[in-house]
């Protein structure tokens, strides 16, 4: 018996990474699974057959979640695919990092468009379909820089802290209707995005965690395969962060 049996989810961006492990959790507990991806088909194909091969079913669209009339069509693919939506992971992001006084028009929307209005594009197509069936969680993925800021990252930051925002409208909106929205709040994750910063850097923010050590894609998993299922029945608007690091 899985946490996710007989579930069906979209994540975006589970081609690796964070949306990766998730795929890979919700699979591992009985869910069948749609990923999108940007443009690595090879890595998404690769998920898709790893969850073939645990026995559930699967399926990979190369689709650009900031592109609204995409997000509406690999929703209803996805949807008639699986045979319903149940869970929707709202995963795919980028960075582009800058100071402020440096930051250039483009890098400001490539960020604000592929990790915000990604989020409002796939709630909006998703939360139809989940509201009209009165059933459904969505998990949206922020991240702790979206609560604190980061010198260098204030379109992520602005970014992150609208899905937050956005989640908890959300909540608002679709609760009465049994639709659950909740976010984490990554902190350092080992992904290939986190890859490309300094060694120091990386030293000082495991450094600064409670338990002396960088997350991994998998303490991400863990926690949205907690929002996806029944454990957290109780539970929407929230946001949950899993960064070993104290609110304070
Ligand atoms: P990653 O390893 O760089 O993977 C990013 C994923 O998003 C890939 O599957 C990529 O597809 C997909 N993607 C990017 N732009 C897209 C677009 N426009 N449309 C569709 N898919 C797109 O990143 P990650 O570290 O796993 O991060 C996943 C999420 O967690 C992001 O929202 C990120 O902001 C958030 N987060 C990460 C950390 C961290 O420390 N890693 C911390 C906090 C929050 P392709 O493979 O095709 O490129």
Request: charged share 20%.
């Amino acid at each position: 018996m899985g946490l996710l049996d007989g579930k069906h989810a979209l994540v975006t961006g589970g081609s690796r990474g964070i949306g990766r492990a998730i795929a890979l959790k919700f699979a591992s507990e009985g869910a069948d699974v749609a990923i999108t991806f940007f443009s690595r088909k090879e890595e998404a194909d690769a998920v898709v057959a790893e969850i073939c091969a645990m026995g559930r079913r699967a399926v990979c669209y190369q689709s650009d979640a900031s592109d609204f009339n995409a997000a509406g069509e690999t929703v209803a693919a996805a949807d008639a695919f699986l045979g319903g939506l149940d869970i929707l992971v709202n995963n795919a992001g980028v960075t582009r990092d800058s100071l402020l006084i440096r930051m250039d028009e483009q890098q400001w929307d490539t960020v604000i468009n592929a990790n915000l209005k990604s989020v409002f594009n796939y709630c909006r197509h998703a939360g139809a379909l989940m509201m009209r069936r009165r059933s459904g969680s969505i998990i949206n993925i922020s991240s702790v820089v979206g609560i604190g800021g980061n010198a260098g990252q204030c379109n992520y930051a602005a970014s992150k802290a609208g899905v937050i925002g956005l989640t908890m409208s959300v909540a608002k909106e679709l609760g009465a209707r049994g639709v659950r929205a909740n976010c984490i709040a990554p902190g350092f994750i080992l992904t290939e995005m986190t890859s490309r910063l300094p060694d120091n850097l990386k030293d000082m923010w495991i450094q600064d965690t409670l338990l002396k050590r960088a997350g991994l894609p998998e303490d991400v998993a863990n926690v949205a395969l907690f929002l996806a299922s029944e454990l957290s029945s109780y539970i929407t608007g929230e946001t949950i962060n899993c960064s070993a690091h104290m609110r304070n």
